[in-house]
């Protein structure tokens, strides 16, 4: 079975400064895509960041810029450095790992809260 764990989440002034890291495990094929995405109240879920397999990037616009994605030197591992954060970017942040073969299979962590202050 397939599990996600995020750490990193928290409250932080604006101008600050968090890094949240995801953790995959139990899956027998390899993640083609690992990322983020965030949903604020009320608010349907974004994009944040995604990286593949091969070191590719793309970014939330809102985002561009401040936020960078990395993944960890084990494949299974992804982290968020989230610079001159802003209280617009507090949300419910969670990890993405994707497969994709001849079918498309998404999984989700629990989500970790960040609450930028202003």
């Known amino acids: 079975q397939v599990q996600l764990v995020e750490s990193g989440g928290g409250l932080v002034q604006a101008g600050g400064s968090l890094r949240l890291s995801c953790a995959a495990s139990?899956?027998?094929?390899?993640?083609?895509?690992m990322g983020w995405y965030r949903q604020a109240p009320g608010k349907q879920r974004d994009l944040v960041a995604v990286?593949?397999?091969?070191?590719?990037?793309n970014y939330g616009d809102s985002v561009k810029g401040r936020f960078t994605i990395s993944r960890g030197n084990a494949e299974n591992r992804v982290h968020l450095q989230m610079n001159s954060l802003e209280p617009e970017d507090t949300a419910v942040y969670y990890c993405?790992?994707?497969?994709?073969?001849?079918?498309?299979?998404?999984?989700w962590g629990q989500g970790t809260q960040v609450t930028v202050s202003s």
């Open positions: 139990g899956s027998f094929f390899r993640f083609n895509t």
């Open positions: 993405n790992a994707r497969i994709e073969r001849d079918w498309v299979r998404d999984y």
């Open positions: 990286i593949t397999s091969g070191g590719s990037t």
